[in-house]
């Protein structure tokens, strides 16, 4: 097989089957999908089915704390979990850049494979296209993923205020882990991506009957989710700058960039809004997760105009927008 | 809204949520799925799930017969309609370039949503990322799809020397009008490519139960399909040259340019394997649908060895192989 993908590899014929051989069903193993077929039967389940899908570009391909392959899975497997749904079958369709290495994507796929054993959920179906040298971004990841229904009763029309809103772990060391891995920024620094499955959160607080919704900070970061909750819901949201958790490293590459981490894109972190009376229920049990030492109760919602207001150390208040134009350079 | 494709479309607020309303729920309308959502519930149906799943990468993004959006409904939906089942629910992911004309975005939705409207399959879930320009080809579609079974047993591994080989139509059209759309061609035709949903062709088909196997030759073409049909069921496979359909227009630009239109991809066609005493039966149903008015049995299945073999005009005999290199442009 050749070091790199060629405009061969996408086909249909033989350069293309030992692509998906060599690559795709050498990584997935006993798991691989039937490449045989057109479609897939899925096993019957009881209990409804939930969708979602996903596009993922990130540059670089591999950055600390993840890659591509690894991203692409939480980010689907994640959208199932903060909707209440335990994660089953996923479809793979990726579009290669002629020319990448042939090493690197087992590896991409190797992580994507990796994290999907270990969310139980497994590829059904996949599909590989190769476009020319100069069309692609090395390579981009689309995931469908089916979960089965978990948790209903979740949703931001449920919220009420008093309620409390939660976050599971530092904000926005994704973001700047992901910028300073590209060649066209000088920093270097120690700081890794959150990237991972947030399934363990999402289910330790699903038998709460308090939890009112979920949901992933990615694109647009915490300010985002903080923004779709209040025009969702018709309420106001106050946050407590000194109860955000961010990272020292995070906070001072911000610093020195102009950035806010509140803007940032995490991608294994979970915002929660609770019953105020099952809050302190909710941090515990998220503490004492690998993926949740850090959590932390950072706002409340209220009455009053649907915005987000952030109650600054020295008890200013400043609102929170929603997102104009791009404040800071592409990741996703 | 601005005329082109922004990054800032891509950056989780204001913009993208703008861009979804205006494009893809406007194109959708009361089929559009909620943007508010991570995951959507699937309502409960009797039967066994299909899921498939493809990714899009024609270029031009639209040329005479079809367009980016139509081809990747319709090869999705295909795919379900080949393995038996009615297709129900869609997710979309796309990946944009920055610099791409909104008016023309517009119209890819629109020519996939009506698409799907026709198939009575409904975009579930959808994802919209940016990219910058120069690392993508304008716009790549990806998408998954759920069907439901309704003509199980189908599969290469049924097959069995003495059936026939029944093509739907004109192989190579699609293949020479992307090419023929292209700048870099100086040639014009009149080739309109055959990118159409199969569903009403397979439906024709789904009663008989001599009926083996389905498949839409699209990457590769009907070479390609014939020889995954050899290497599945370990058969040989006989193929009668005079009584393969080709538009004369088809066959006069491969000519000119030196392609075989057996390896060309088709986009609206059926290959279908169907037991010797019910291959007029199938023939008859195909022909009194718009999309089977030039349908053939093309080919028999033999014993010996599981090759392809091409019987010509002059009763010479040709080994199709199955394809190595690329033999023409990337066109999908």
Known sequence: MSERVLLAHGNGGRYMRELIDEVFAAAFGDQAPDTRCDAAAL??????????????????????????????????????????????????????????????????????????????????????????????????????????????????????????????????????????????????????????????????LWPLPGLRFLRDPTRGGLATVANEIVQACGRGLRLFETALPVRDGTRSVCEMLGYDPLYLACEGRVVAVVAADQADAALARWRVLDGGRDAAIVGRIEGGAPRVVLQTAICGERVLDELEDDPLPRIC
Chains 1, 2 share one sequence.
Not at 72 to 93: C, F, I, K, Q, Y
Not at 100 to 107: A, D, M, Q
Not at 170 to 180: N, Y
């Open 43 to 204: 096993p019957p389940v009881d209990g409804t089915l939930m969708l979602t899908t996903d596009g993922f570009t990130v540059q670089p391909l591999e950055f600390p704390g993840g890659d591509l392959g690894s991203l692409a899975l939480h980010g689907s497997v994640n959208d199932l979990a903060v909707s209440g749904a335990e994660p089953r079958w996923l479809t793979l369709a990726v579009v290669l850049e002629e020319g990448l290495e042939i090493v690197r994507l087992k590896r991409l796929v190797a992580s994507f494979a990796a994290a999907a054993r270990a969310a139980g959920a497994r590829v059904m179906a996949g599909d590989t296209k190769v476009v020319p040298r100069g069309q692609g971004g090395g390579a981009y990841f689309s995931v469908s993923a089916i979960g089965v229904q978990a948790r209903p009763g979740l949703g931001a029309d449920r919220i009420e205020p008093g309620d409390a809103l939660l976050v599971s772990g530092p904000v926005g060391d994704h973001g700047i882990a992901v910028m300073l891995a590209r060649e066209d920024f000088e920093l270097r620094g120690e700081i890794v991506s959150d990237c991972a499955s947030v399934l363990p959160l999402c289910r330790a």
